[in-house]
């Protein structure tokens, strides 16, 4: 057996060097800040659900959580950052429908594999969506709309925010349903696409409640229609409920290390998740922004994205919606 002083001097280092970089496989973590990238812009959906969690987290896991934001590419690029990133659990990811479902399906190159490229930790909950238009447009309702849009040549606009999210693809699924023709304006994120749509550069969005409600309350936007019944907007019907079927599905919210991050901090990190969301302060926090807390394992969120890939995939083959 070649004993230690057979080994270069570098590599003794390097090997040291690893093994101080992983502290008894994670039982030590964290001794630092924890980065959770979001990848959406500031002031969307997913940066504020993020954000109602990141200080109960910090405070139980004992370290601050840093929040990083790097939108584009309806959050495939944020995702792929952390794919790439070091497993070692100090970066995590906000995980989104958008990001872990559907993108699978739209984008013929995507930069990572959802199954096989994250270690998930839980989910935190879900959120229906929303149609809100221009008051422009002149819409109450969906027939309504639909109405008013037929009558134009071209038919009109739908902003998004990003090419292969729910946002999009809720927005195709809904022209051709109505039999219409629109022309589709992708955006980094929700703000953005709201600071459009609210000026009048484009017609319609669908986001979720939490970014939109205060605009329709304050009259800057109305509220068409919803995907499922939302305590922020009482008043406003659903698809179903407007006679138009096919419309119901709602985004679910969740958080992913990049995989080789070590079991054990993976699951402490997921048993302070979900005493998080255990905190009557928390929950009432999403509520109030249109999330329905759903205290998930991570097994229940990775079950979760196994599911929604092909369910999403025949949406976005029906819709013809897809990135090269």
């Known amino acids: 057996m070649s004993s230690l002083s057979s080994f270069p001097r570098g ?125 422009a447009v002149a819409a109450a309702d969906v027939r309504s709309l639909v109405s008013t849009l037929s009558r134009r040549s071209p038919n009109g606009t739908f902003g998004s925010v990003g090419v292969g999210t729910v946002s999009h693809l809720l927005g195709e699924k809904f022209q051709k349903l109505a039999g219409l023709s629109l022309v589709h304006v992708p955006y980094r994120g929700a703000a953005p696409a709201y600071t459009d749509l609210i000026g009048g550069q484009i017609d319609m969005m669908f986001d979720n409640p939490v970014g939109l409600t205060a605009y329709v309350r304050a009259g800057k936007l109305t509220a068409v229609a919803t995907t499922a019944p939302t305590p922020l907007l009482p008043q406003v019907r659903t698809f179903a409920q407007q006679g138009m079927a096919g419309i119901d599905q709602s985004l679910w919210y969740g958080i992913a290390f990049p995989k080789g991050t070590p079991g054990t901090i ?59």
């Open 11 to 135: 590599t003794l280092i390097a090997v040291a060097a690893l093994l101080a970089s992983t502290p008894a496989m994670g039982q030590d973590w964290p001794v630092k800040p924890v980065t959770l990238v979001v990848p959406f812009p500031p002031g969307g959906g997913t940066d504020l659900v993020v954000r109602a969690v990141q200080a109960p987290l910090a405070k139980l896991l004992g370290q601050p959580v840093i929040i990083d934001n790097r939108g584009g590419a309806g959050g495939t690029v944020g995702s792929a950052f952390v794919a790439r990133a070091r497993p070692d659990g100090y970066t995590a990811l906000a995980v989104t429908t958008s990001t872990h479902a559907v993108s699978a399906s739209v984008y013929k190159h995507l930069p990572y594999d959802p199954a096989k490229d994250f270690s998930y930790a839980g989910l935190i909950g879900t959120s229906p969506y929303v149609l809100a238009v221009n008051p």
């Open 266 to 324: 993976v699951d402490r990190f997921s048993q302070a998740l979900q005493r998080a969301l255990e905190d009557p302060a928390v929950s009432a926090d999403l509520a109030a922004k249109g999330v329905t807390v759903q205290p998930g394992s991570a097994q229940a969120l990775a079950d979760r994205v196994a599911h929604d890939v092909p369910f999403w995939g025949e949406i976005a083959q029906s819709v013809g919606a897809v990135v090269d």
